[in-house]
C-alpha cells in the first residue's frame, strides 16, 4: 500500500506570495493533519480535515487555511507568506478521526522556502 | 492544551548501548503516546505506540513505558545500530472538547557511535 504523498517536494517563493501544497493520503484513510516544522518551533499542529471538513484548528493565523477533498485529498494554503512561513510542512494520514486510538503515517513533507 | 516535554535534546551513545529518551505530558486526559523516528530529508515514522490502558509495549529491540500517574513515558532502544541514528519525537494525543490533536516533544538527537 503506498504511503502519504505530498507535493511538491520543495518550493520557493518570495514575501507576499501565496502558496498551495497538496497531500494524498493513504488507501482508505479518511483523516488528513496538517504540522509545520520549523528548528525553533518543532512540529505545530495546523489543523486536521475529516470527512470534508475541518475538525480542530491549531493556533496559527488565517493566512493558514486548507481543505478536503471528496477522496480525501488535501490541500492547504498560505497566503501574504511571510519570512517566518518558511518550513517543513508535513501532512499526516489516519484510518479515522477524534477519540479513537488514531495511528497517524506522515508524509515526506514540502519544504517551503520563503525569500 | 497538551504540553509535552521531552528529554534529553541529545543522546549520544556506543553501538550495542542502550538508548532511553523520556517525555512527560500536561493532560491526564491524553490517552495514546506514540514515538516518530525523523531521518535527514524524510517525514517522521511511526515506530511504536502505547494507548493508556497499557503499562509497557515492547517490539523487538524498542519498548515504550507508560506511568500514568506521573504523567511520564519514556522510549527504551536496546543494542544500538548506527541506522538507529535520528531525530525521535514523543507526542501525545491530547483534547478539548470533542477534538484531539497531537502535541509533540521537541525532539532528541541520537546519535550511534561506532
Known amino acids: 500500500k503506498a504511503g502519504v504523498t505530498q507535493t511538491p517536494r520543495y518550493l520557493i517563493k518570495t514575501r507576499g506570495q501565496q502558496v498551495t501544497l497538496s497531500c494524498s493520503p493513504i488507501?482508505?484513510?479518511?483523516?488528513v493533519s496538517w504540522y509545520q516544522q520549523t528548528p525553533g518551533q518543532g512540529l505545530q499542529f495546523l489543523f486536521e480535515y475529516f470527512s470534508e471538513t475541518q475538525r480542530n484548528k491549531g493556533n496559527f493565523p488565517g493566512r493558514f487555511s486548507g481543505r478536503q477533498f471528496s477522496n480525501s485529498r488535501s490541500e492547504m494554503n498560505v497566503s501574504t507568506l511571510e519570512l517566518g512561513d518558511s518550513a517543513l510542512y508535513l501532512c499526516a494520514s489516519s484510518l479515522r478521526q477524534g477519540r479513537s486510538y488514531n495511528e497517524q503515517f506522515f508524509g515526506p513533507g514540502t519544504r517551503l522556502t520563503v525569500l | 492544551g497538551e504540553n509535552v516535554e521531552q528529554h534529553p535534546s541529545t543522546l549520544s551513545v556506543q553501538e550495542g548501548d542502550s538508548a532511553v529518551i523520556k517525555c512527560t505530558y500536561s493532560?491526564?486526559?491524553?490517552?495514546?503516546f506514540p514515538w516518530y523516528k525523523q531521518e535527514l530529508g524524510k517525514g517522521p515514522q511511526l515506530i511504536i505506540d502505547i494507548r493508556s490502558n497499557v503499562g509497557e509495549k515492547k517490539d523487538q529491540r524498542i519498548a515504550v513505558t507508560l506511568n500514568k500517574t506521573a504523567k511520564h513515558f519514556s522510549l527504551h532502544i536496546t543494542e544500538t545500530q548506527p541506522e538507529d541514528s535520528a531525530v525521535y519525537f514523543c507526542a501525545a494525543r491530547g483534547y478539548t472538547g470533542t477534538a484531539s490533536k497531537l502535541t509533540f516533544g521537541t525532539g532528541t538527537r541520537l546519535q550511534v557511535t561506532l
Open positions: 488507501s482508505g484513510h479518511r483523516s
Open positions: 493532560d491526564s486526559a491524553s490517552n495514546y
